[in-house]
C-alpha cells in the first residue's frame, strides 16, 4: 500500500497500475530518450514540462484535472518526477508509467514544491529548461518560479521540445487513432440518424454522447459541435436547444478519444434537399480533400499544401479564411488539436514527415450566413497519404 | 449583413444576436461598472482580460474554442473590444452583448493584435492592466505584449480584478445555478439507475452524458466523474471501460451547466451492501455537510468553516486532505469550479458574503484502497446557506 507523503519528498508507487498502461515499456523510453537528446542539444541539464498532453506523453499520468498546476521534471538519467497537487498525485503513483510524484496540499504554493524538487535533483550549476508555451502555469507563477531558480544560481531558458516529438507518431500511437476513428464514425452516423425537423439539437447531441462515450470515447479537448440553421455561422458553437426547422443546413463535429488520440470527424448536410449554393460549398470542400490527400507526402511543405486547397476554392472563388488542417494526437481541453505545434497555413514552411496525423479542415464561413466545412483525419504514409475517417463526404439529407 | 474583416480593425456586430442573451443588459453594464471602480482603484486605465470566463462575464463571448488567444481590452468609457482568433470572432460580432471585435488570421500573432488595439484606444501615458494569473496567454506571449507595451511607453500592470467580482452572484446568476442543479439531480438518478453488478462504466457515463446534453445541460469544464471499484483511489478518474463487480464502491460527480453556471453534485453507492467501513466513511461525510450548511452564514471567515468540518473528521479519526469547498459559477476547461478565484481551506481568512455559491466536497482518499465524498452545491443567503442541489445523501444500493 502506498501513502501519499504531507510534505514535498518524492514518493514512488510500488504496486502494478491500477489500469493497464496505454502504451509499452519501449514507448515510453523511446519518448524519453528522444526528450534527452533535445534537452542534450539545447545544452539543457533539467526540463520543466507544465503541459497536460507533454506530461501524459512523458509519464502516463492521466487526469482532467490540471487546474492545480502540474509540473514533469525530467533529468538526463532518472525517471522523471512529476509534481502534482496531492490527491491527483494519486494518478501519477498508482496509474502511470513513471510512478515517481511529489504531492502538494491545496493550501501550498505549488511552485514551491516544483522549485524543492529542482533543487534535490539539479547541479548547483545546472541549466533548467521551462516550457514557456504552456497554458496551464499562469505568466505569474512562470515568473515566480524562473525568479527562484534565478536567484538559487541555475540558469533557465525557455525550450518547448515535447510538442515537436508529438508530431510524428509511433504504431501505437496510430493504432489508438485508428479506433478513435471508428468511434467518430459511429457517433456521425448516431448524430445523422438523429435529425430531422422538429429535433432538438441537444436531442441530437445527447445521442452523440451516448454513442461516443458508450463505445469507449473518452472525454475530448473539445466539445463534440452540432450545429444548425442560422447558428451555423458561429464557429465552434455547439448544442444550444435550437429546434431543427425545414431548410436548415447542419452540421456535426466528432472527437472519438481512445487512450487520450482523437481523430475528429466534420460532415455537414441539411433538411430536405440543399439550395444550389450549399451543394457548391459542398462541392469545393470535397474537391479539396480529394486535392489535399492527393497532394500530402513526405518532404512537401505545409504551405505548398495549403497552397493546393487554396487554388482549389479559388476556382470556387471562395477565400480560404482559416488553416487548412492541425497535427492531432493527444487531446486535452481546450483543444483537440495540435495545431499550436503544427498547422498547415500559409506560412508554415516545415515539410511533412512519415507519421504525422492531421484533420485537413476545407470550409468556409460566409458572413453572418452559413458555414461549411467536411474533414478528414489522415496519416501521412511513407510514400503518400491515407485517409483514416470513413464516412460519406457528400452532404446529408434528412 | 456583417462581414469579419482581414486586418487589426475594430468591428461592430450590427443585427440582433442570433441566440437571446442569457442575461440582462442591466447585468452586463453592472459588471462592466463593478469593473472599473476596481480599475479606478488600482489606476489602471485599460485592463486586458485572458480568461475565457472572465471575457464571457464581461461580453457574453462564449465558445469552447479559446485555444487561440483571446483578448478583451476594456476602457474607462467605451464598449470593451474583444480580440479573437477571424472565425470565432463570429461569437462576439453576431452573438454577445459588447458587439465589437478585432479578428487576427491564423498566420497572425495575436499579440500583435491586441498591441495594436491598445496603441488605438489608450492614451501615450496610461497605465495598461494585464492578468497574469490567466492561463491562456502563455508565459511567452504575456512575457512579448508586456515587452511591447513597456517599449512603446506605456507603464503595466498585473491585476486580477474579475475573478474577484465573480464570487458573489447576481439573482440572474443564481437562477442560472438553480436550472444547472435541476439538469445535475437528473443526470445523477440516470447514474445510478444505470449501474449495476456487470454494467459497464462507459455505459453509466453514456447515460449521464445523454441525460445532461438531453436536458440542455452545456459543455461542463470538467467531464462527470464516473469511477467504481479499485478505481476509485484515483482523483478525477472517469469511466475507463471497467465492468461493475458485486461489493463494489462507486463514485459520480456530475456537472449540469446553464448559460456557463455550473452545480455539481457527488453521490457515492454500491453494489450489493456496504461495508461498514464505507458506511462509516459516508456518515462522515453527510455529517460534515450538516455541520458545514448549518455554519456557513455572511461574515464567517472560510478557514473557519473549514475548521468546522476538520474538526467533524476527526471525530471518525479521518484527516481532512482537500479543500472543503469551492466557488461555482461560470466555469470552462480545465475546471469547472472558481476555486482559484475562492477555496475553502485552512489559510483562507476572507469572509463569505451573500450571493456566493460553493461546491461543498467533503470527501477523503484511503490510499490506494478507495475514496469517497459526498457534496452539495450551496448559496450563502442574507442570513445563512440554502442548498441548491437535491438529492438524497446516504450511500445508494444498486
Known sequence: MTMIARNFEVQKGTEATISKLPFSNEEYERRLEALRREMRTAGVDVFISFGPENIFYLTGHDTPAYQYVQACVVTMDATPINVIRHIDASNTLYNSWSKLAVGYQDEDEPISAIFALVQQVAKPDATIGLEDEAFFVSPKRYAMLTGLLQGAGYKTTATNPVGTLRLTKSAEEISCIRRAARISEKAMAAAIGAAGEGVNENFIAAEVWRVLVGNGGEFPG??????????????????????????????????????????????????????????????????????????IKPGAVAADIHQVHVDNFSRYKLIVDHRTGYSVGVNYAPDWGEGNELSITRTERRELKPGMVFHLVPGVFIDDRTHITISETVLVTETGCEVITQYPRPLFIV
Chains 1, 2 share one sequence.
Not at 442560422?230 to 429546434?243: D, E, F, N, V
Not at 431543427?244 to 487512450?259: R, T
Request: charge should be positive; glycine fraction near 10%.
Open 222 to 295: 473539445l466539445p463534440p459541435f452540432v450545429t444548425s440553421g442560422p447558428r451555423m455561422c458561429l464557429a465552434h458553437a455547439t448544442w444550444s436547444g435550437r429546434q431543427l426547422q425545414a431548410g436548415d443546413s447542419l452540421g456535426f463535429e466528432i472527437p472519438g478519444v481512445v487512450n487520450r488520440y482523437v481523430a475528429p470527424i466534420y460532415r455537414c448536410g441539411t433538411i430536405g434537399k440543399p439550395n444550389a449554393g450549399f451543394e457548391k460549398l459542398a462541392e469545393a470542400c470535397i474537391t479539396s480533400l480529394e486535392v489535399l490527400t492527393a497532394s
